[in-house]
């Protein structure tokens, strides 16, 4: 059996980025290091970079995050950058959107020892709660699916005039020129690649912004909304 490599120090960075919520950010770290490894949620190389590769990275999306909105983390995994971004950010309402169960499972224990009271999880593809979550402010993601694919799943999710915020690597620019007219025709009316996280994370963590107009997904996404929120509404008058 491999010797579990072991979680470093915090960082001086980490201090200043998560304020009165360091502690909970260290015992955060130390639940990936121990059972999100036993678990299969990380690998046990990335224990000694979680910090910096992991907890801080997610955590300065919320330089580009709009104050006090809501939002869902599609393919939440170890709650990655969902768990970092609730540390840092009370004012936001945060769904971690998780299809594995023992991932969910993992995401309860988390937000429930942290006191994330801010937080939900929901176990389910994108695809499937298309009109049963509320469309939300603000879609994130990290290293869940080339762009194009992960545009499909959650654009439709957002409300109108939302965005996606999605933490990617170098291959962001290539990634944006490709997906071109898949965004379109999800009806993106603008993409563009920042670069965050300053004096805090090196290299600067990229992260790939995707706004959307009045029709999130399309018309037919639109359609299939409708059609979801009519039920809802059959269903609560039943």
């Not at 540390?87 to 994330?116: A, H, S």
Request: charged share 25%.
């Amino acid at each position: 059996m491999t010797e579990a490599a072991e979680l470093p120090p915090a960082p001086e960075q980490a201090r200043a980025v998560f304020g009165d919520r360091f502690a909970d950010a260290v015992r955060f770290a130390e639940l990936l290091a121990d059972v999100g490894v036993q678990r299969g949620l990380i690998g046990p190389r990335e224990v000694p970079r979680l910090w910096e590769r992991h907890l801080l990275n997610c955590a300065v999306l919320s330089e580009v995050v709009p104050e006090g909105v809501t939002v869902c983390d599609v393919g939440s995994g170890a709650g990655l950058p969902g768990i970092p971004l609730a540390l840092v950010r009370t004012d936001l309402k945060i769904t971690l959107l998780e299809p594995l169960l023992r991932r969910t499972n993992f995401l309860n224990e988390v937000v429930e020892l942290l006191g994330l009271d801010h937080v939900t999880v929901v176990r389910g593809r994108a695809e499937e709660v298309l009109g049963k979550l509320p469309p939300v402010h603000v879609v994130t993601a990290r290293a869940v699916a080339p762009l194009d694919r992960l545009a499909a799943w959650g654009v439709p999710l957002l409300r109108p005039y939302g965005e996606m915020l999605l933490l990617k690597g170098d291959t962001a620019e290539e990634e944006v020129k490709n997906a071109g007219a898949a965004l379109s025709k999800l009806g993106s009316v603008d993409t563009s690649v920042l670069h965050v996280g300053e004096g805090v994370v090196e290299p600067l963590a990229t992260v790939v912004r995707v706004e959307v107009g009045e029709s999130p997904g399309g018309v037919r996404f639109a359609a299939k909304r409708a059609k979801a929120a009519r039920t809802g509404r059959t269903r609560r008058r039943r």
